[in-house]
């Protein structure tokens, strides 16, 4: 697939985002109509379901201001998906396209949460993962609670990264002279 056809076919990339916010929000709502507030399920030794409202960022960061984060957090969004749309309607290759994909559910995703009940739902909880907790890493044991759409933001960026570096080492192949 060339760049133009990419340009042309970027409502393809809408509906990989709109399945992260399908396969997002039905998780929630499994979660939520099942698992009691503060309880906490063992699915694995290192692994729970939980039901934990952050009403901040990534990390609970601003989860204790008196509630304008939401609408900070809420605009952000909105500004993000503004922009993530646009840049798929420019085009380009399906990793960088995928990956804009998915940071784009995951911002809806949240989004809605923040816009019907003022925080975000999250579930899952890796804990007593590390064999050994040395200070500069014990804030990783257990890992902050997340959802299906801060996986999805992840990978994304994860794939916008891989895509970053894979251009820098083409362009590094063609200024060699041959």
Known sequence: MNEHTAARGWWQWLAVAATVVIADQLSKLVVLSSVPAGAHYPVTPFFSIIVAFNAGAAFSFLGDAAGWQRYLFSALA???????????????????????????????????????????????????????RPAVIAWLDPFPAFNIADSAITVGAALLILDSLRHRHQDRGEARPT
């Open 78 to 132: 909105i500004g993000a998906a503004i922009l993530i749309v646009w840049l798929l309607r420019r085009g380009g290759n399906r990793l960088y396209c995928c990956g804009l994909a998915l940071i784009l559910g995951g911002a809806l995703g949240n989004l809605w949460d923040r816009a019907t009940i003022g925080k975000v739902v999250d579930f899952l909880l890796f804990h007593d993962f590390l064999p050994v």
